[in-house]
């Protein structure tokens, strides 16, 4: 079983809908979370980052981590076709692997105009 | 800053040859990592360095795969012989430890694909 499993996808939603991304993770060791947004033929790019549990907000993003259910999430509102593109969670912990991110397998979304 | 610049975008090369991938972090970055991006594994951790030592090179596939950081400001992931089973995406990512921070910046990647 692999640490970090994320909801596989693809998604596809209409123009200006909420959207809702996923991750779960088994390592109770972690204590940094961070989604990461990776357009087609670009590299990653850190979208958001939160430490332990709580919501964070970020514009029409908001990160939230639930580490008693040892699971996290991203939540789009107003969705736009520029937020077409694959997310990726990833995770670190303060242990011997510290700087080291989990990432997740991604979920792709397709926002329609 | 320029960010994390990779070399080259593309690289087209027959099995067996020697394909050496190239990376600039960003200046002052600390840590940096090589990944490898496919369909079928998604993104893999290969090898990590901080402050120039390697720390941790489990995801290197087998010998065929060698990476250095003779500076702070290069690296260099080498592959020899090649094979069509390499072929993917390359990422290089450079971070600062800094209060806390650990988020990665990456590198646009080298496509490599070998025939």
């Known amino acids: 079983q692999k640490e970090v499993e994320q909801d596989p996808g693809p998604l596809s939603v209409p123009e200006g809908a909420i959207v809702s991304l996923n991750c779960t993770y088994s390592?109770?060791?972690?204590?940094?979370f961070m989604w990461y947004r990776q357009y087609s033929r670009k590299g990653p790019e850190l979208l958001m980052y939160?430490?332990?549990?709580g919501n964070k907000e970020d514009g029409r993003f908001t990160a939230q981590v639930d580490k008693s259910s040892k699971y996290i999430s991203l939540f789009i509102r107003d969705s736009q076709p520029s937020d077409s593109a694959t997310y990726l969670c990833a995770m670190i912990d303060q242990g011997v692997n510290a700087g080291k991110s989990t990432f997740g397998d991604g979920t792709t979304l397709t926002v329609k105009p | 800053d320029a960010g994390v610049i990779q070399s080259p975008r593309h690289e087209v090369t027959e099995m067996g040859q020697e394909v050496t991938l190239r990376c600039k972090p960003i200046s002052g970055h600390d840590y940096l990592f090589w990944y490898r991006q496919t369909m079928m594994r998604g993104l893999e951790l290969l090898i990590y360095f901080n402050n120039n030592v390697p720390i941790d090179d489990s995801g290197m596939p087998e010998d065929r795969f060698s990476a250095k950081m003779p500076n702070a400001s290069f690296s260099t992931l080498k592959i020899q012989p090649s094979e069509p089973r390499d072929s993917a995406v390359y990422f290089c990512?450079?971070?600062?430890?800094?209060?806390?921070?650990?988020?990665?910046?990456f590198g646009s990647g080298t496509r490599l694909t070998v025939v």
């Open positions: 939160t430490y332990s549990s």
């Open positions: 990512a450079s971070s600062f430890r800094v209060k806390g921070s650990y988020g990665y910046t």
């Open positions: 390592n109770s060791a972690f204590q940094y």
